[in-house]
C-alpha cells in the first residue's frame, strides 16, 4: 500500500515517540542504582565507621598497665588528669602531641572567688536567665543534666584552677562580658583567663600555657607519666566488643605497637573531628559546605593550636564507633563560628551593631548582637559580604572601647582605647586599606564625605547604599528604627564626617563541638543509652553539650565547661571506682 505525506509523517512520529519512551524507560533503569533513598541511606557505612582489623598481639611491643589511661593532652585530658591524680589515682597520659596542647584562653565561670572580688554577682541563681537564654537558642537539644552540672560546680572547678594556675606564677584576668542593650544576651564579667608577662593576651594565647601548667603539676608535682607522640590507633573491648573497654593500643613515633592497660577505666580527650571530610560531610554538614575550601584534610598535625583550617581527624570518636559506641543525639554537631559584620565593637565580641549592608546595599538584620550570631547573618547573605558604615561621631558613643583580651582590673593586661585613640586606629586601618582581626581581614575606606565613601565602597550597588544610609539616618533622627527595630539607646546617625566603612566576607571557623553518647558522669554509651563499662569521654567531642551552634553568648564556656569543670568532675569521680 502505498502512503501519502501525512501518513508517513504520522507514522514516524509515533515510531520517534515510541523509541523515546523506550530510551526514557532505559535511562531510567540505568539512573535507579544511582538514586539515593532513606533506606540505602540507612544501609550504607560511612569510611571512619569501618573498624580496621584488630591489631594482632604479636605486633605489640610492649604492655603498661595503670588504673587509668587518658587518651589526649589537650586542655581536658590533662585537667581531668591531675584531678584524679590529686586524689591517689594511678594514672597516665597517652598523647599524639608533642606536648601539651590548647587553644584560646577564655574560661567561663560562674561564682568565681576572682568574680566575688570584683564585687561581680554572678552566681546560679543570677545565671538563670542567660542559661535558659542559651538553652532556648540551642532549641533544647542539649543536655541539661550536664549543664546543670558544670553550673552548679562552675566556682568549685575554677577556684581549684586559680589555685594551681597561681601556685605556679601565671596570672588570672577577668574579661568584660557583653552588653546587650535589649537584655537578652546579656553577660557579665565571668571569662577568666590566665597570663604571663612573656605572654599576657591571655584571652587569645593562655590556654597553652594553662595546659602545659597542668602537665607539669600532673609530671613534676604528682610523679605521672605523660607519653608524648604516641598516638591512640585502637581500644581494646572484651567479650567481642560487649564487654568492657580494658585497654587502647597506640603507636610510638619509632613505629611501635604499645598495649596500655587500663585496670578501671579509659578516657577519651582527643578533640575535634574537622580534619575528616567525611566526618565534617556527615555530622556537621552545613558547616562543611561554608568551610570545606578553607578546611584542610590532608595535613596532619596533633600540635596544632589556635588555627581556622582544621584541627584534629576524630581518632577518639572513630575509636568508640569501632567497639559500639553512639553517636550523640543532637544533629548536626555544633560548630564554633565568629566573624560578624566588622567595625568598632561595643562589647568586643559583639557584631558592628551601626549599619550594616548587603551588596544590594540593603540592611539586612537588626544589628545589634554578637560576633557569632552576626557570622551566621553573614553566611546567609549574597557573596557572603556586609559593609558596614560609621562616622567620627561614634567614637563617643563610649568612653573607653575595650579590646579583646581586655582585663576588668585595669591594672593587667590591655588597656582600653579612649575614642581619640581608637578614631587613630581607624585612620591608620583606612591608610593601610585592610584591618587585621582575630582570625581575619577587613577592606577599610575613609572619606569626608558620604558621597565620596560610597563611591570607594567596592562590590556594593551604590546608589541603593545611599538610600539606605539615608532612611537610617532618618530612624536614628527619629530614635525608631522601622525596619528591625534597634534598640533607640544603640541608634547612631552617620551625619558627620569623615566617615568610615568596611567590608568583610566570609566567618572562621575553628572546631566542632560535640562527639560521642555522653551522659552526665561522663560515661561514653551505647545506641541504648547504657554507659559501655571502663569508657569515658571528655573535652569538645563530649556528647549533646552544644546544639545549633557554639554562639560565643556565654563567652569561654567551652574551655569553662566541657575542658574545665566536667573534666575537673571526671577526675575526682574516677577517684570513686
Known sequence: MELNRRQFLQAAGAAAATAAVAGMASTAVADEAEVMTAEKADATKWSFEIAPDPIPEDQISQVIEHDFVIVGAGMAGVCTAVAAAEEGCDVIVVTASSTAISRGGSNHAIGSKYQIEKGIDYNPEVARKIVK????????????????????????????????????????????????????????????????????????????????????ILTEDLGCEIHYNTIAKQLVREDNNTGRVSAVIAQDSDGNYIKYVANKAIVLATGDFSRDRDMMRRYSPVAYEWFKDQLDFETLNYDIELAYNGLMPGDGQKMGL????????????????????????????????????????????????????????????????????????????????????????????????????????????????????????????????????????????KEKALETIKKYNEYAKNGLDEEFHVNPEVLYPIENGPFYATKSKGATFLTVCGGLRTNDKMQVCDENDQPIPGLYNTGIMTGDFYANSYNFVMPGQNLGAVCGTLSYLLGKDLAQL
Not at 565571668?190 to 599576657?200: G, I, K, L, W
Open 322 to 461: 569501632w567497639i559500639g559506641a553512639a553517636w550523640q543525639k543532637t544533629y548536626p554537631v555544633a560548630p564554633m563560628i565568629n566573624g560578624g559584620a566588622s567595625g568598632p565593637a561595643h562589647g568586643v565580641i559583639s557584631n558592628f551593631w551601626g549599619l550594616n549592608m548587603d551588596i544590594h546595599g540593603e540592611r539586612y538584620m537588626n544589628e545589634v548582637t554578637n560576633f557569632s550570631y552576626g557570622a551566621m547573618a553573614k553566611l546567609m547573605l549574597p557573596e557572603q559580604t556586609a559593609y558596614s558604615v560609621w562616622d567620627v561621631n561614634y567614637a563617643y558613643t563610649q568612653d573607653s572601647w575595650e579590646r579583646f583580651g581586655c582585663c576588668i582590673d585595669l591594672e593587667n593586661g590591655i588597656m582600653p582605647s579612649t575614642p581619640e585613640e581608637i578614631i587613630a586606629s581607624w585612620d591608620k586601618s583606612a591608610e593601610a586599606g585592610e584591618s587585621a582581626g582575630i582570625a581575619a581581614t577587613s577592606v577599610y575606606w575613609k572619606a569626608d564625605t558620604i558621597e565620596e565613601l560610597v563611591e570607594k565602597m567596592t562590590g556594593i550597588d
Open 133 to 216: 537564654a542559651e538553652q532556648t537558642a540551642g532549641t533544647y537539644f542539649m543536655d541539661k543534666k550536664k549543664w546543670a552540672r558544670w553550673i552548679n560546680h562552675s566556682a568549685e572547678s575554677i577556684n581549684w584552677t586559680i589555685d594551681l594556675m597561681e601556685g605556679k606564677g601565671l596570672k588570672c584576668c577577668l574579661e568584660p562580658g557583653f552588653p546587650d542593650p535589649d537584655g537578652i544576651i546579656d553577660v557579665p564579667p565571668a571569662s577568666h583567663n590566665f597570663y604571663t608577662d612573656e605572654q599576657p593576651f591571655g584571652a587569645l594565647w593562655g590556654a597553652p600555657i594553662e595546659a602545659r601548667t597542668y602537665a607539669q
